[in-house]
């Protein structure tokens, strides 16, 4: 039972010497990926992370990325280890390193994949329980970092994926934690303080956000979306909420952001949120509201009809009610009283941007009882 070799002296440098350089993985790094060598390796680990590490190391850590690729037999087991490995302060960094290059060279779909765990590394809670490591947030940053910076599409696609991670407020863990260690438990990491859980929020939010303008534009959008999807739940902490407000209000001005996402998103905040935030607070998210959802035609057609969304067809009591059909209605009459205003918006009208483009149509019909809409022509596009 070698994973009970660390109470035993004798038998812990046996499995010293095993993931030693003059040792069998070492020797013959095929081991890692064939017959029982890789669930050999495991617990070898167990006992030994700091030895299972350095072995790591030397053997995985030197292949390239076509080697990591075909990686298939023994992956699971190597990026199991490198999970338990990465709970110990120390071995964070070197651990994590290794499954953001293993992760780069992603062969296997489902979500405890090496991706899966790297990203799962940067979780943080204010829960002891369900914490990854030892080591703290600050600690684990300039891992995320050098992903987020690196030449490589693969590991800033994972470093934003961390981020993401990192941001969610984590209330439940798996259903099976981690194996539990033999011999001396690692501590992981709890906030001491709120002030210390929400300076780690910060600095992933705000690196993001200074992030944005130098990623690549498919990356640069994900990066906002995970910033707009993380809005609700951290702009719920007072501490984080004028930092979660100022950022949704920047991106809301930003060419390459969708301002319906945007809109959609400060919608939800007040729908499911309102009646409790602070009264400062809630002014805010309504200002910023009324500043996006705008008074004019076109502004109204973009909220009401080019959006469908849930919170249209619920009050804040959860009680089914249509607030967009009053909207709809209106805008279908200003249009056929004044059939310039509906000129310009017949592009779009006209697509699946229209989102309640029926239901609007309707209601147009309804009301256009000389047909006259029948002839009004779209603006040319530029």
């Known amino acids: 039972m070698f994973e ?24 013959n790094p095929e081991l890692l990926r064939r017959g029982l060598g890789p669930r050999f390796f495991r617990f070898l680990g167990k006992a030994d992370p700091e030895g299972a590490l350095a072995c790591l190391k030397n ?6 990325q076509e080697q990591l690729m075909q990686f298939t037999t023994g992956r699971r087991e190597v990026v199991w280890t490198l999970e338990e490995i990465a709970r110990w302060r120390n071995l964070f960094s070197d651990a994590a390193r290794l499954l953001l ?14 991706s899966g765990v790297f990203a799962d590394l940067f979780s943080i809670s204010e829960h002891r329980q ?3 490591t030892e080591a703290s947030p600050q600690e684990r940053f300039p891992v995320l970092r050098e992903a987020l910076e690196s030449s490589s599409k693969e590991r800033r696609v994972l470093g934003l994926r961390a981020c993401d991670r990192a941001l969610q407020r984590v209330s439940v863990g798996p259903m099976i934690g981690l194996p539990r260690i033999v011999g001396e438990e690692p501590e992981l990491w709890a906030p001491k303080t709120y002030g210390e859980l929400f300076d780690a929020y910060r600095e992933v939010w ?13 990356e640069r959008r994900e990066a906002a979306d995970i910033l707009l999807r993380n809005a609700r739940p951290l702009g719920w902490f007072g501490n984080l909420s004028s ?32 009646d409790r935030l602070p009264e400062d607070t809630r002014e805010r998210w309504e200002e910023l509201r009324g500043r996006l959802t705008g008074a004019d035609f076109a502004s109204l057609m973009e909220r009401y009809i080019g959006m469908d969304i849930l919170e249209d067809k619920f009050d804040e009591e959860g009680d089914r009610i249509d607030q967009a059909q009053p909207w709809i209605e209106d805008l279908a009459q ?24 029926y239901r609007f149509g309707y209601e147009l019909g309804r009301r256009d009882k000389e047909l006259s809409a029948w002839f009004i022509q779209a603006e040319k596009t530029p």
């Open 4 to 27: 009970y070799a660390a109470g035993s002296p004798a038998a812990f440098h046996t499995v010293r010497a095993l993931l030693g350089e003059q040792g069998p993985f070492r020797q």
């Open 130 to 132: 369900l914490s990854r």
């Open 206 to 218: 705000q690196y993001l956000l200074d992030k944005l303008n130098s990623l690549p534009d498919g």
């Open 59 to 64: 053997t995985v850590g030197t292949w390239d």
């Open 334 to 357: 200003q249009a056929v009283e004044n059939q310039d205003l509906l000129r310009p918006e017949l592009n779009w009208l006209v697509t699946t941007e229209a989102k309640n483009g």
């Open 101 to 114: 290059a293993l992760g780069e060279a992603e062969n296997e779909t489902w979500s405890n994949n090496a």
């Open 243 to 274: 930092m979660v407000i100022d950022t949704v209000s920047e991106l809301s001005q930003r060419a390459y952001v969708d301002k319906k996402r945007v809109l959609e998103v400060v919608i939800q905040i007040l729908h499911y949120d309102g």
